[in-house]
């Protein structure tokens, strides 16, 4: 149980364009579920928290306009990068709040994005 | 606000030994929870162990298992019978457990880089 996907796992686009990665909870319902970054041989950067039918909230530094972020259902949410430029290019990760266990992040496999 | 520490980046063991590696935190809370995670070089975060503070019993999964240390917040985790799968980066994670919107968000170590020598 609480397994955690993400789609696509790996993205290449040209700078100027959108991509969005979608998170999703396979066996169970997650209320909140988390969007991370992860630069190589880094520890993971919370990006912002979604929760299920209201607004994002982002970390500071986080550009709410540029890393766009939906969470229209209990078992999905999308992270979608517009205008993406090469700084852009990193590993995302997202997470889910297992409901019964609300203490617990599962996370998914991780997307990997790079912008040429 | 909370930090987690892990003084070691990288960390070897011969395979079938055991190893601790560690890590401490700082916070004024008295109720939390303490993670380890493994990222293998899939890059996929595994949920290793789990800790609640206000339990004293240190919690056990199979080979690993915690040294809690409320008092010293010290939080480290030993693997015993290292096995080649256990090669990763492992990631102390500290999470508040009063319930309030904002309080779910995890306070990430920066990883030690365990390799299993064979």
């Known amino acids: 149980g609480a397994v955690v996907s993400q789609h696509p796992s790996w993205v290449i686009c040209k700078s100027g364009t959108s991509v969005k990665i979608e998170c999703r909870s396979l066996?169970?319902?997650?209320?909140?579920m988390f969007w991370y970054r992860q630069f190589p041989k880094q520890s993971l950067m919370l990006m912002a928290t979604s929760n299920e039918g209201s607004k994002a909230t982002y970390e500071q530094g986080v550009e709410k306009d540029k890393f766009l972020i939906n969470h229209a259902s209990l078992t999905l949410s999308t992270l979608t990068v517009t205008s993406a430029h090469p700084e852009d290019s990193s590993f995302y990760i997202c997470?889910?709040?297992?409901?019964?266990?609300?203490?617990?992040?599962?996370f998914g496999p991780g997307t990997r994005l790079t912008v040429l | 606000a909370q930090t987690v520490t892990q003084s070691q980046p990288e960390m070897s063991v011969q395979e079938a030994e055991t190893v601790t590696l560690s890590c401490t935190y700082d916070t004024s809370e008295s109720d939390y929870y303490l993670f380890w995670y493994k990222q293998p070089p899939s890059r996929q975060m595994i949920l290793v162990i789990r800790q609640e503070a206000y339990k004293q019993q240190n919690a056990t999964e199979n080979r690993f298992s915690v040294n809690f240390q409320k008092a010293a917040k010290s939080f480290s985790l030993k693997i015993s019978d290292s096995q080649l799968g256990d090669a990763a980066m492992y990631f102390c994670a500290y999470r508040s457990a009063i319930s309030n919107f904002g309080n779910e968000k995890l306070t990430f170590g920066t990883g030690t880089r365990l390799t299993i020598i064979p």
């Open positions: 997470s889910a709040l297992l409901e019964a266990l609300t203490d617990t992040q599962y």
């Open positions: 066996d169970f319902q997650a209320t909140t």
